[in-house]
């Protein structure tokens, strides 16, 4: 049976709204007492609309749907900023988690595949001519609407990351725009995903769905088609079965944001399972630092000697570590 999430409403931390008002310091206590024990949980006033969801969900099902060698024209593996296609296999989350990753090992393939994007960054953009990682071109498919579908979600996504964010600077006793005002900014990778029915694609032996894993940033913003299959493992081994209902986004948190905050919130594992009948269709919208931001642990959760659980670390190197172990087209162990 779906276990509920604790649901907490992030309208009070919108642009423009008062972050410092009673209704946000209510919202603000959930958020903390959530984090601490299984950094999942269920929003609403998150700012994403239904009818941009779906506009974006149906576009994605068009994509899908076309042939391989089509899809593959946008293949990942011929991007210079890690956007475009990643098929079926081509990825592989199993075990992929946070300190514990054995980048040597083989591991089998997800069945699903997706289309990862991001913030386009044109050729003048500082970043692309300090020829930085994570930055450039997105590799978007060329149907009519799709783009227009993308950017109304990308922008909604955007919005609801920050209420999120605020949300967590206000439960750590940190100003509202804390995170926001680092100076790096952030960065942010939109990724479209399809999981098939495995009563018309049968698994490998041990192949899953999405492979157990922890996210890598700060925040991630999911908003699904209801189907379910998200599971979200607890501190005490269990699996939550969770259903996003109409209206609502998963927000979770990644790895630097455990990081961040000495352990005081957690990154939980979490996996998919696919579907037995019916194609299952996800739009996590994963939110990191900026690629130069150094991450370590923030004032309001260190030890009470002072001292921190973690080295401090930068963004970008991390991230890019775990894409090479996670990502075929980055380690010839996956293919």
């Not at 011929?78 to 989350?93: D, I, K, M, Q, W």
């Not at 739009?283 to 370590?296: M, Q, S, Y």
Request: net charge negative.
């Amino acid at each position: 049976m779906p276990s509920a999430l604790p649901s907490v409403d992030l309208s009070p931390f919108a642009t423009g709204a008062d972050h410092g008002s009673t209704a946000a310091m209510e919202q603000a206590a959930i958020i903390d007492e959530t984090c601490r024990e299984l950094g999942f949980l269920l929003a609403v006033g998150h700012g994403i609309g239904e009818s941009t969801k779906q506009a974006l969900l149906d576009a994605m099902q068009g994509f899908f749907a076309l042939p391989a060698e089509e899809k593959e024209s946008i293949s990942i593996a011929g991007s210079t900023c890690h956007r475009g296609y990643v098929g079926f296999g081509a990825e592989a989350l199993e075990g992929a988690l946070a300190g514990s990753d054995d980048l040597s090992q083989p591991r089998a393939g997800d069945l699903k595949e997706t289309i990862d994007s991001g913030v386009e960054h044109g050729p003048d953009h500082p970043e692309v001519l300090a020829g930085t990682p994570l930055h450039g071109p997105n590799r978007l498919p060329d149907l009519p609407g799709f783009r227009e579908a993308w950017q109304a979600y990308f922008d909604e996504a955007t919005e609801a990351s920050l209420r999120a964010h605020r949300g967590l600077a206000v439960a750590l006793g940190l100003p509202s725009t804390w995170f926001e005002d680092l100076g790096f900014g952030f960065m942010y990778h939109l990724r479209m995903l399809h999981y098939p029915a495995t009563s018309r694609v049968t698994p490998a032996p041990g192949q899953p769905g999405c492979g157990t894993h922890t996210d890598y940033g700060s925040v991630t913003v999911l908003t699904d088609d209801g189907i379910g299959g998200l599971q979200v493992r607890t501190r005490d081994g269990d699996w939550l079965d969770v259903v996003v209902p109409d209206g609502c986004a998963v927000v979770n948190l990644g790895d630097l944001m455990a990081i961040w905050t000495n352990d005081r919130y957690v990154s939980n594992p979490h996996r998919v399972v696919n579907p037995p009948e019916t194609d299952r269709y996800s739009i996590p919208f994963f939110v990191e630092p900026g690629f130069h931001t150094r991450i370590e642990c923030l004032p309001t959760c260190r030890g009470e000697d002072g001292s921190a659980k973690h080295e401090p670390m930068v963004t970008g190197e991390y991230l890019l570590g775990r894409f090479d172990g996670t990502h075929a087209y980055r380690n010839e162990l996956l293919n």
